[in-house]
């Protein structure tokens, strides 16, 4: 019953002028709620996140984390709805990341989505997070269509796609193991900067030089990638340092694995655009929002005359605004209704 009506609504909804889509997610350790009117404008993006909670901890603990979200949720959604100056009944359709992402966690974003959705009669629509973080560039710049190529770096996933059009992105390369975000974290935690790494690992970066090679590119001519073996070159070098009682140069370490880190995905994601003639490269996921990768990208896309896009840094990390923004396109483009047996999935292709 439920289904058939907001089939109907969202038929309706897609000769309106205006919509507001209520954004909602809870992958990992952020709690985060969003009113964005047609997919761009952001109304309100209210994050609640959990970072002091999980650095005691050196890293995210899923049952913490989940607990965190419960107990956030509805503060978060009042926030959210004041901010943005509307009432519940004045949003159009209801968007939450159901994948990817740690399982507990999405489950409390999900089950909130599904019971706010039926209890006011909204439809519910499904939205694939990874995909998610390349709405920020449709956010951040409001000009921007697709076809494009897209670089997503984040803590839980590394791939070049080409985005084809709001709601279709094809994958061209990934990483073959670790994502990058997740060797930064690592990294982070073994020179002992803590949780969460990416921006302190940015920053000692800042004050060192690239000048300990730890891995050779093996997969350099590829468009996929591999972190784990610079990840375990870094660690390695780290242990055999400590054995010998010899001081850690954390800013160098921070520096050159940084630079190998990030070299290599830049050429990458250059040389997809070149090979499916993009002149546009669209960046996002929170490792976007390291200088020295958007410094990077943008010398070398200066070089080769593509266009690079990059999302503001507070849209660049988890935030429910792209989740609106791309449950936006799904629903105008007839993509991720969903019924109220809606299922967290903890790995989703993208
Ligand atoms: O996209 P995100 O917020 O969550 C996932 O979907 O995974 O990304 C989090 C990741 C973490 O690994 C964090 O260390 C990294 O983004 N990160 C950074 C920076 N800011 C956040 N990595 C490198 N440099 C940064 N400035
Ligand atoms: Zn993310």
Avoid at 18 to 28: A, H, K, N, P, Q
Avoid at 61 to 86: C, F, M, Q
């Amino acid at each position: 019953m439920y289904i058939e009506q907001m089939q109907k609504v969202c038929e309706q909804l897609r000769t309106k002028k205006d919509v507001l889509i209520l954004g909602i997610e809870s992958s990992c350790d952020e709690t985060s709620i969003a009113v964005v009117k047609n997919g761009r404008e952001v109304l309100s993006n209210t994050v609640s996140t959990q970072i002091d909670i999980h650095t005691r901890f050196g890293g995210v603990v899923p049952e913490v984390a989940s607990r965190n979200h419960i107990e956030a949720i509805n503060n978060v959604l009042n926030t959210s709805l004041i901010e943005a100056g509307v009432h519940l009944s004045q949003i159009d359709a209801i968007a939450v990341t159901y994948g990817a992402g740690l399982i507990g966690a999405l489950m409390v974003g999900v089950s909130f989505a599904k019971s706010l959705a039926f209890a006011c009669q909204k439809p519910l629509i499904a939205v694939n997070h990874i995909k998610g973080h390349m709405s920020a560039n449709y956010i951040e710049h409001k000009d921007l269509q697709p076809p494009f190529i897209g670089l997503i770096v984040s803590g839980g996933h590394t791939a070049i796609v080409e985005v084809k059009n709001y709601v279709e992105q094809e994958l061209i390369g990934s990483t073959l193991d670790d994502a990058i975000g997740e060797a930064y974290d690592k990294v982070a935690r073994v020179i002992g900067l803590g949780y969460p790494g990416g921006p302190k690992v940015d920053k000692c970066a800042k004050e060192g030089k690239n000048n300990i090679k730890f891995v050779k590119d093996a997969l350099k001519n590829s468009f996929d990638c591999s972190f784990s073996g610079l990840k375990t070159a870094v660690i390695n070098y780290v242990n055999t340092l400590n054995q010998k009682g010899k001081e850690i140069p954390v800013n160098d370490i921070c520096a050159s694995f940084q630079t190998q880190a990030v070299d290599g995905l830049v050429e990458r994601a250059i040389r997809a655009c070149k090979k499916f003639g993009h002149k546009k490269l669209c960046v996002a996921g929170g490792v976007s929002a390291n200088s020295y990768l958007r410094e990077k990208l943008f010398e070398r896309g200066k070089q080769e005359k593509i266009e690079v896009y990059v999302p503001s840094l507070k849209l660049c990390t988890d935030n429910a605004a792209m989740i609106a923004s791309l449950g936006y396109f799904n629903l105008m483009n007839g993509v991720g209704l969903s019924d109220v047996d809606l299922d967290a999935v903890s790995n989703i292709e993208i």
